[in-house]
């Protein structure tokens, strides 16, 4: 482990950098910036190449546990202890502490229907070689088909001020086309179905009360951003900027891809102006959502705030 190193992690606040590592070292820089100028020994084990889990289910659905130990090749599973565990509702319902046999497959029996299991592979000199925490496997998959309707092309100009450089964007609309699932049903009040809804609300509420922010020191990357993000809405953009003008509605909202998607903008009134300024820009707003009209987006509403001073 090496000491602070200011340069190494003046590295880490490059986002574009640490996008670049990230996908060639497998983990985020920005989130490790202990291990920057440190070194670090990555070395497979040399006897297991991995471990696998599934479940199986015979004729009486009753349902198996099969844990793979995947040798290298011309390697022996000798030595080895797996441990199985299963939880249910959030407990450990079972623990099992088994020696791998030659060909690596175990088999063992739950109480019922699998529901999350996890396991650790140990050797008596090499200590813990893989651990996986306890995962549910996947029973039913909701498939949503979409395809790409047409193209609108878009002008935007990269700024407010007089002579800002126009940009030309194509975004595609998508159309639904249908919903489909895939594996088994569950009934509402299955007691499984109902704990693992209440986790993960819990999760949802926890990560809801984590405030969402990015710090984004560059005009580009913040306008790419917001595009980004606006563009993978699915049912509502809203947006409360009370210096949002009708240029920004027309650069910003036109990237969704969705005609269904309902748009709500608050701003301030201050944005119109007064006198004859504020009809120029009140038609420059009413041309700008009548854009969003003829895309065939009519579910939008912009409500100028009144300003009040103390």
């Keep these: 482990m090496s000491a602070a190193d200011p340069d190494l992690e003046a590295l880490a606040r490059d986002p574009h950098l640490c ?51 995947h040798a290298h090749a011309g390697q022996p599973l000798q030595n080895l202890t797996l441990t199985v565990f299963e939880e249910r509702f959030g407990a450990i319902s079972t ?10 497959n175990l088999v063992t029996e739950p109480p019922g229907e699998v529901r999350a299991s996890g396991y650790m592979l140990a050797h008596p000199e090499r200590g813990l070689i893989d651990f996986r925490p306890p995962a549910p496997f996947i029973r039913t998959i909701g498939l949503s088909m979409e395809t ?9 100009r990269d700024g407010k001020k ?9 975004i595609g609309e998508l159309t639904a086309i249908s919903d489909s699932l895939v594996g088994d049903t569950v009934q509402p009040l299955d007691a499984h179905t109902r704990f693992w809804q209440a986790v ?6 926890s990560q809801a009360r984590k405030s969402d922010q990015m710090w984004i020191n560059d005009p580009e990357s913040a306008r790419s951003f917001l595009r980004r993000l606006i563009g993978s809405t699915r049912e509502e953009v809203f947006v409360a900027d009370s210096f949002f003008n009708a240029e920004d509605l027309a650069s910003y909202l036109h990237f ?12 301030s009134r201050a944005i119109l102006g007064s006198g004859q300024g504020h009809d120029i820009a009140l038609r420059r707003m009413q041309e700008s959502v009548s854009s969003f009209h003829n895309r065939g987006i009519v579910d939008i509403h912009v409500r100028p705030k009144c300003d009040r001073t103390a």
């Design 256 to 267: 969704v891809h969705r005609l269904n998607i309902r748009i709500r903008v608050l701003t």
């Design 162 to 170: 007089k002579g800002a450089e126009v940009k030309t964007h194509d």
């Design 200 to 205: 993960g609300l819990r999760q949802t509420g």
């Design 148 to 156: 790409y309707s047409r193209t609108v092309r878009l002008q935007t």
């Design 95 to 104: 623990f099992e502490q088994l020696p791998v046999p030659p060909d690596g």
């Design 19 to 69: 996008a670049w590592l990230a996908s060639r070292i497998h983990f985020r820089v920005e989130d490790y910036i202990e291990l920057l100028g440190s070194i670090v020994l990555v070395a497979p084990d040399p006897q297991v190449a991995k471990v696998s889990q599934y479940f199986t289910r015979d004729t009486a659905r009753k349902e198996r546990l099969v844990t793979q130990v």
